[in-house]
């Protein structure tokens, strides 16, 4: 089964910027969906994008396309989330969610596969 492990929190003052890694093991990406999802502290989940392996990348905030950009790379069997410009209301965690083949799903019971969070904390 996937294994899913996020990195590259911290903190970080407004307008900085962090790259958060979401590494898989035990499965090939190649076959998998990959979303990346956050909660800020009393919130629900929110979703940010996933890089589906069918359909390319799908920013499901508009207001966070441009600062916020997904990569991947299969024989590193990684994806990236670079987070830009980064504001207060970003804190959160932020979780990947893995899917073998997926369908671009907006909500977490989209995914089976979940890493543990990596915590990003937007402060002066």
């Known amino acids: 089964q996937l294994q899913l492990v996020e990195s590259g929190g911290g903190l970080v003052q407004p307008g900085g910027s962090l790259r958060l890694s979401c590494r898989a093991s035990r499965a090939s990406l190649d076959f998998y969906s990959i979303a990346w999802f956050r909660q800020a502290p009393g919130k629900e989940h929110e979703s940010v994008l996933c890089?589906?392996?069918?359909?390319?990348?799908?920013y499901f905030k508009r207001s966070l396309q441009g600062r916020f950009l997904v990569s991947r790379d299969n024989a590193k069997n990684t994806v990236w989330l670079q987070l830009n410009n980064l504001e207060a209301e970003d804190t959160a965690v932020y979780f990947c969610g893995g899917e073998q083949g997926g369908s671009g799903a907006a909500y977490p019971s989209g995914y089976s596969y979940w890493g543990q969070g990596t915590q990003v904390i937007v402060s002066s």
């Open positions: 890089s589906s392996n069918k359909w390319g990348d799908i």
